[in-house]
């Protein structure tokens, strides 16, 4: 079982619908999560992170984190094409940063 | 703004040279970090360091080296350079004190061995 795991995609969403990216981890002792965004042939930037159960909301972005279950989720709401990038989880473990492969997003116009 | 800029954005090396990436942050920042990123692998953690003169490896540490000198420099070396290590290789700094939090991601070094 890989240590964080994310659908590859592609996900294709219409401009304006709600994106939902999803992320599921294996280490019950992870304590900090993170969504990084990453244009293509740029590097990742930081967009979310959340430490506690539940929902944390900035913007149009909302992460959600489900410790009993293990998994992490991304929201965007009224998605744009600039949101079209891959969208990694990352799994603060150990005390280092484990990421997932990314799910590619298209928001089409 | 936090920079991290990577000395050298494209790379070509011939299998079995010496190769050395450098990075350096402006923002004080304790911890540095090296990753690779491949297709279908994702970013995988090399080495990271969370004081001057400290390494530590991370998951994919085999056939490379680091070296920090100074606080705000962070050199990944390969020692002797292999076609398997053509790869994108990021490096990142964070500013949380005993771990990794928001990392700040340089522009990348595109290395390809031959």
């Known amino acids: 079982q890989k240590e964080v795991e994310q659908n590859s995609g592609p996900l294709s969403v219409p401009e304006g619908a709600i994106a939902s990216l999803n992320c599921t981890y294996s280490?019950?002792?992870?304590?900090?999560f993170f969504w990084y965004r990453q244009y293509s042939g740029k590097s990742p930037e930081l967009i979310m992170f959340?430490?506690?159960?539940g929902d944390k909301e900035d913007g149009r972005f909302t992460a959600q984190l489900n410790k009993a279950s293990q998994y992490v989720s991304l929201l965007i709401r009224d998605s744009q094409p600039s949101d079209s990038a891959t969208y990694l989880c990352?799994?603060?473990?150990?005390?280092?940063?484990?990421f997932g492969t990314g799910t590619r997003l298209t928001i089409i116009p | 703004d936090v920079k991290v800029t990577q000395s050298s954005r494209y790379l070509v090396k011939r299998t079995g040279e010496k190769v050395f990436l450098e990075c350096v942050q402006d923002?004080?920042?304790?911890?540095m970090f090296w990753y690779r990123q491949d297709p279908g692998l994702g970013l995988r953690l090399i080495y990271f360091?969370?004081?001057?003169?400290?390494?530590e490896k991370g998951d994919i540490p085999e056939g490379y080296s680091v070296s920090r000198e100074k606080k705000e420099r962070f050199s990944l070396i390969l020692e002797s350079a292999s076609t398997n290590q053509t790869s994108m290789y990021l490096c990142?700094?964070?500013?949380?004190?005993?771990?990794?939090?928001?990392?700040?991601f340089g522009e990348g070094s595109r290395l390809t061995v031959l």
């Open positions: 990142a700094s964070s500013p949380m004190t005993g771990g990794a939090g928001e990392l700040f």
């Open positions: 280490d019950r002792g992870s304590q900090s």
């Open positions: 959340i430490y506690s159960n």
């Open positions: 990352a799994v603060n473990r150990r005390e280092k940063l484990t």
């Open positions: 923002m004080d920042h304790e911890n």
């Open positions: 360091s969370y004081d001057v003169k400290m390494k």
